[in-house]
């Protein structure tokens, strides 16, 4: 299979957000609405990015977004609410571009610390995140819902000056 080629990007149009919020569905079984991910437009603590393709690599699929990430920074901390990939796309390093973006964007605005949670069950995302320096930190009962699940902690200190703890 080609591989997809991607440019990560920061999100600002109602298309885009569409786009994701279709993708968000089929990746999540507690998907975010369109309307929560309309309202990140207007939340200045919110950056949410996408890994675009060139409409010539994506006119026979119709997938013109490969994967997308939405993180808040708050009081000097980044927090990722969203990491994904649409399933076709995976185990290519898009995940790997996203969250270097994440990560490169979290020292622009000087935050020492990035943090998530992750299901418990979810063993591919917690191996993603501890192969770029995440490391576990705690758990949330009843984190999750639909199903009901725990939540793992992960954290990575981005050299910013903070620790994580
Ligand atoms: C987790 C996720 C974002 C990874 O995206 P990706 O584009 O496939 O990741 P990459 O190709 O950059 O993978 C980098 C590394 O992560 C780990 N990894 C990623 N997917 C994996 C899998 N299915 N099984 C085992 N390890 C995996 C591997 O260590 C991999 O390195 P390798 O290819 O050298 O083995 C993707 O699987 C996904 O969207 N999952 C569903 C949504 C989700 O669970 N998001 C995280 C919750 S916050």
């Known amino acids: 299979?080609?591989?997809?080629?991607?440019?990560?990007?920061?999100?600002?149009?109602?298309?885009?957000?569409?786009?994701?919020?279709?993708?968000?569905?089929?990746?999540?079984?507690?998907?975010?609405?369109?309307?929560?991910?309309?309202?990140?437009?207007?939340?200045?603590?919110?950056?949410?990015?996408?890994?675009?393709?060139?409409?010539?690599?994506?006119?026979?699929?119709?997938?013109?977004?490969?994967?997308?990430?939405?993180?808040?920074?708050?009081?000097?901390?980044?927090?990722i609410n969203k990491l994904a990939v649409a399933s076709e796309c995976r185990k290519q390093g898009i995940g790997t571009a996203l969250l270097e973006k994440t990560i490169e964007t979290a020292k622009e605005k000087g935050c020492g610390v990035i943090v998530l949670d992750v299901r418990k069950s979810n063993y591919n995302a917690r191996k993603f995140y501890l192969k770029h320096g995440f490391t576990e930190k705690g758990k949330r009962k009843n984190l999750y819902q639909n199903p009901v699940e725990e939540g793992i902690v992960m954290a990575y200190c981005s050299g910013s000056g903070e620790t994580a703890n």
């Open 1 to 79: 299979m080609k591989k997809v080629e991607c440019e990560i990007s920061v999100v600002n149009s109602d298309d885009d957000f569409i786009r994701i919020s279709k993708l968000e569905r089929v990746c999540f079984s507690d998907a975010w609405s369109l309307t929560s991910f309309l309202n990140e437009k207007k939340n200045p603590d919110s950056v949410t990015l996408a890994a675009k393709r060139k409409y010539s690599e994506y006119k026979n699929d119709g997938l013109p977004i490969a994967g997308y990430a939405n993180i808040h920074f708050v009081y000097g901390d980044a927090y």
